[in-house]
């Protein structure tokens, strides 16, 4: 690993040597920065992208720091409507859909595997500057853009709120003043897709404006019982407004309800445990991945699979996946000139109600929750004179979660109640020393508090066969629990919690109830720091190299033994060189990065302490990941544009230690594991030296965009292919959750006139149509295995026109 790092040192050397010798003899203009963001070639070379990524409007190329950055144009076209589409377009950034509203990211290897109302995400997310606490509420933000920027690696000082792993900013398109103008586009396509989003501008005299978006998005869905769908709707509005010199007051509010049945999953097969050979069997379904868990022949497929627990077979999904979600919200920025700099305020307030059923782990999972938010973010940006510049501010975030979730497996049904508060505050500040007229030292800190408190209840019932049959457990008219909100709406005897075992039916089955009670505090604190340099090698050539750390909050888990659990720690090491070619004319980029990771969190589905089956976090030790990424863009003809980016990504767990309790059978796992010697009602389970999750060596972008002058009018040819080497989607590392390498191409020709006024496209995505592996949840109690997968081969046409 060390050789290898060491590797991509020497490229970034040699690429300095390149740069310096080809800027010495090319007379390239100094860059400069355009007013917003565009990825088409412009008449003098590639165009600039202006980024606000450290809390200032700067070019993307004088940015000293890792970022990716998506623009409107490529969102639009790639018909972009939620947070889990950026797979396609960033190599670092990998999501996977965790059921109903939730997704899970990972950033160079690093997330969570679930995602509910008591954990936090690795990444942060940030709408218009706006910490967004859940991630169930991102997925109705992504329309009417000006671009996603993605910054790798911990945000330590600027964004400090859970930043460990990076921090996704959703920045929307803003009014104009004294401009009225407007965008319209709609496509449609196969699985009856219609996508359809706009925006218009209108001046209100001088010094107003508002801007009014929306967006509906609707597709069938792309498993045959219609799971994997889309049904979203969403409306934005926005007003600015600059009443005097040295004032711009602008407010927002967004509404953003979702229906449709949601992300749906498939069945890869069954798994058995044999005592004789102290293996286990696995056999394949006999289903495609096309085929959803609601279909007739998966509902066959499923009631003929055996639940040791219940000694009976599973009964079909008794509930249809379905989302019925509300999300909005109201944000503003006020931004004060003053001679020692600019003042800028952002108070905020979002919301969601949720009130969803997924079955996406072959179970069926009920979630009604409520979410409520309150930030309020000060900075100040200056300069004390002409070497030093600096940002200084201070952070409030307060959040309540209430949340009744119901985790129904037939056998084994958990419900949960719980009320989750949170309160943070932070001070922040970073300072830019200009040494010289090339070379600048910059330094950061943000002190972080953090105070939680968890009031939680989770009620496990169990059907649970007491009779036997040659050693099998045989109770073939068992009643199975149904998918209701609590345990007295089961529809047979459940026993007091803790009280003795009930018996159920005449089949030998009884009931029994346990509980699992959280109420208590938890707090933490921490400085985070950044410490980096910066030097202009030449005109357009940037070299960096920076030291940061970053820190996630501990929180809780409704799991016996997993109740708590602590913060987890990053240190970053980035060296990069950003650079323009030939008039401006090549752009090569080189990011080389290590990531140590202490009592690094990680979520799944796991055992409890009591032998159930449920979700909880813990730390399970530390994990290093280490690369390079380089990007490039080519203007090789004045209508041929070329670009690569690729990821090179060796992340691995240095110390991956947990336990399981000691049942029926040995852990499902594809890891090594052995009954703990000091507590042998425990089996210790060491993943120590695997590969992280969600992190393929490598990934590459290829992409080609040629123009043809047709008189008036322009026809632009464009195609893209990603390639991804073999990675782990899943928690156990079973086999069935390694997918091979890949690739995955696009296609788009469009037509329009000199003036872009209006654009007719049509395009294909997932060309080869390969329906690739993202996730892989196991359902323990009735032994099956299920995957979720990308969308199939999709295409259609678009109209879009400006006013």
């Not at 959703?170 to 699985?191: C, D, K």
Request: hydrophobic share 40%.
């Amino acid at each position: 690993m060390q050789v290898r790092f060491r590797q991509a040192m020497l490229i970034g050397a040699s690429l300095l040597a390149v740069s310096r010798a080809i800027q010495a003899q090319n007379d390239a203009a100094t860059i400069t920065q355009s007013s917003g963001p565009s990825d088409a070639p412009a008449d003098s070379g590639l165009t600039e992208i202006t980024i606000t990524a450290q809390r200032k409007e700067e070019s993307l190329q004088r940015a000293a720091v890792a970022v990716a950055v998506v623009s409107n144009t490529a969102l639009l076209e790639k018909g972009v409507t939620s947070p889990g589409q950026l797979t396609e377009l960033v190599p670092a950034i990998n999501v996977q859909p965790a059921g109903g509203a939730a997704s899970t990211f990972f950033v160079r290897g690093v997330g969570n595997f679930a995602v509910n109302g008591y954990t936090d995400p690795a990444i942060a997310f940030n709408y218009d500057g706006v910490y967004v606490g859940r991630v169930t509420s991102t997925q109705s933000l992504m329309y009417d853009l000006e671009r996603v920027e993605l910054l790798k690696g911990p945000q330590g000082t600027l964004y400090g709120r859970n930043a460990t792993s990076g921090a996704l900013n959703l920045i929307p398109a803003r009014p104009v003043l004294g401009e009225t103008s407007g965008f319209v586009s709609a496509s449609y396509g196969n699985f009856d897709a219609l996508l359809a989003q706009g925006a218009a501008n209108v001046a209100l005299g001088d010094h107003s404006a508002v801007r009014v978006s929306a967006l509906r998005s609707k597709h069938d869905g792309y498993l045959s019982d219609g799971t994997s769908d889309e049904d979203l709707s969403a409306v934005r509005v926005q007003m600015l407004t600059d009443p005097t010199d040295g004032l711009r007051m602008r407010i927002g509010a967004d509404y953003a309800p979702s229906g449709g049945a949601g992300t749906g999953s498939s069945y890869v097969g069954g798994y058995r445990y044999n005592a004789a050979t102290g293996t286990y069997v696995t056999t394949p379904s006999g289903l495609g991945p096309e085929v959803g868990l609601f279909d007739p022949a998966a509902q066959a497929y499923r009631s003929s699979q055996f639940s040791g627990l219940a000694g009976r077979v599973l009964a079909p999904l008794d509930r249809k996946s379905f989302l019925d979600n509300d999300n909005y919200g109201v944000n503003a920025e006020v931004n004060v000139d003053s001679p020692v700099g600019t003042f800028t305020i952002l108070p905020a307030w979002r919301a969601a109600d949720l009130n969803e059923i997924f079955a996406v782990p072959a179970f069926e999972a009920y979630l009604q929750e409520k979410d409520e938010q309150f930030s309020l973010e000060t900075r100040l940006n200056g300069q004390a004179n002409t070497w030093l510049d600096y940002i200084v501010g201070a952070y409030y975030f307060d959040e309540r979660v209430k949340g009744n979730y119901t985790f129904n497996q037939q056998a084994l049904s958990v419900f949960q109640d719980f009320t989750s508060k949170t309160r943070s505050l932070a001070a922040f500040g970073r300072l830019t020393a200009h040494v010289t007229d090339r070379f600048r030292v910059v330094g950061g800190l943000r002190y972080t508090d953090d105070d939680k408190h968890f009031d939680g209840t989770a009620e496990p019932v169990q059907v649970v066969c007491s009779r036997r049959v040659n050693g099998v457990p045989s109770c073939p008219t068992a009643p199975l629990i149904p998918t209701v909100d609590n345990a007295s709406q089961v529809g047979f005897a459940v026993p007091a919690v803790g009280g003795a075992p009930v018996p159920i039916g005449t089949s030998g089955a009884i009931a029994t109830a346990s509980l699992t009670a959280v109420d208590t505090p938890l707090s933490a604190n921490k400085l985070t720091y950044r410490a980096a340099t910066e030097f202009d090698v030449a005109p357009a050539s940037l070299l960096y190299a920076s030291y940061e750390t970053g820190y996630r909050s501990g929180g809780f888990s409704l799991a016996s033994g997993h109740e708590t659990f602590q913060p987890e720690y990053l240190d970053a090491y980035t060296l990069g060189l950003k650079n323009r070619f030939f008039a401006n004319r090549l752009q090569l980029n080189l990011e080389a990065f290590v990531w140590k990771f202490r009592d690094q969190q990680v979520t799944h589905a796991g055992i409890d302490s009591h032998g159930l089956q449920g979700n909880f976090t813990e730390n399970v030790g530390r994990s290093t990941n280490r690369g390079f990424e380089l990007e490039t863009q080519f203007l090789a003809l004045q209508d041929l544009l070329v670009s690569a980016d690729a990821q090179y990504l060796d992340a691995s767990y240095d110390s991956f230690v947990y336990q399981v309790p000691v049942g029926n059978a040995p852990p499902f796992v594809g890891c090594p594991y052995a009954v703990n010697a000091s507590n042998p009602a425990f089996y210790t389970v060491n993943c120590s030296g695997k590969t992280a999750y969600q992190s393929p060596r490598w990934t590459v972008n290829l992409g080609i965009q040629q123009t043809f002058h047709l008189g008036s009018m322009q026809l632009v040819a464009q195609a893209d292919t990603q390639y991804k080497t073999s990675r782990v989607v899943a928690f156990e590392y079973l086999p069935y959750q390694i997918v091979g390498p890949n690739w995955q191409s696009n296609a788009q020709l469009s037509l329009s006139p000199d003036s872009s006024k209006w654009t007719v496209a049509g395009y294909v995505q997932n060309i080869e149509d390969h329906r690739n592996e993202v996730g892989a949840p196991i359902y323990g109690v009735g032994g099956l295995t299920t995957m979720v997968t990308t969308a199939p081969r999709t295409y259609g046409m678009r109209i879009s026109a400006r006013f």
